[in-house]
């Protein structure tokens, strides 16, 4: 079945470092990608998405680009602020199912 | 655009008693979905439903647990009786069929039982 890995955290970083998240994929068909962010005390908000392979979606200064060659959509700002702590899901859609399958969340930390 | 819209916010019971949580998705969306949040079990789907029709309910966890939506704009998720561990936060989400399946997702309600 279709399913997403993300690395494990969480991951620590200082003000104005580099960002990468890694998100692999399993999926038959061509599943649209996304990366939704949950701050603390909220729900979970989409930050960028891309419908098909080569795609780039991009938010707020994070990028992610669906690679169907390595069954990739890695996250990454080049810039990181103390407000983009929090957890960030990759998901995928199943169409057979209309639903989403989301990865196990990688909480991310900035410090300033 | 007013986004997704749940109630309560917060929620705290004793175990036995029932529990009703709210949703209200997005006008024009025709899918709604129920999520429970904890820290051990993460993010899992409940049911969902498209056009006020339950499609699938195989998360849900038992028949304590029971979903409705008796019109395109209210949706109930009800627990009873409840008991501790179903304290988790509880979010409601919906969807556009026109749109590349991105769902919106409301606040959350945190439900304690204790």
């Known amino acids: 079945g279709n399913s997403v890995t993300q690395m494990e955290g969480p991951v620590t970083l200082s003000e104005e470092a580099f960002l990468t998240i890694n998100c692999t994929y399993t999926a038959t068909g061509y599943p649209s990608l996304f990366w939704y962010v949950q701050y603390p005390g909220e729900g979970l908000q989409l930050l960028l998405k891309?419908?098909?392979?080569?795609d780039k979606g991009s938010n707020k200064g994070f990028e992610a680009t669906y690679r169907k060659e390595t069954t990739s959509f890695h996250l990454e700002k080049g810039s990181v602020q103390v407000s983009d702590s929090a957890v960030y899901f990759c998901?995928?859609?199943?169409?057979?199912?209309?639903?989403?399958?989301f990865g196990t969340g990688t909480l991310l930390a900035v410090q300033p | 655009d007013a986004g997704v819209i749940q109630s309560p916010r917060h929620e705290v019971t004793e175990m036995g008693q029932e529990v009703t949580l709210r949703c209200k998705p997005i006008?024009?969306?025709?899918?709604l979905f129920w999520y429970r949040q904890t820290m051990m079990r993460g993010l899992e789907l409940l049911i969902y439903?498209?056009?006020?029709?339950?499609?699938?309910d195989s998360g849900m966890p038992e028949d304590r647990f029971s979903a409705k939506m008796p019109n395109a704009s209210f949706s109930t998720l009800k627990i009873q009786p409840s008991e501790p561990r179903d304290s988790a936060v509880y979010f409601c989400?919906?969807?556009?069929?026109?749109?590349?399946?991105?769902?919106?997702f409301g606040p959350g309600t945190r439900l304690t039982v204790t």
């Open positions: 998901a995928l859609s199943d169409g057979a199912t209309n639903k989403l399958i």
């Open positions: 891309a419908t098909k392979a080569d």
């Open positions: 006008s024009g969306h025709d899918y």
């Open positions: 439903f498209n056009n006020n029709v339950p499609i699938d």
């Open positions: 989400a919906s969807r556009a069929t026109r749109t590349s399946y991105e769902q919106y």
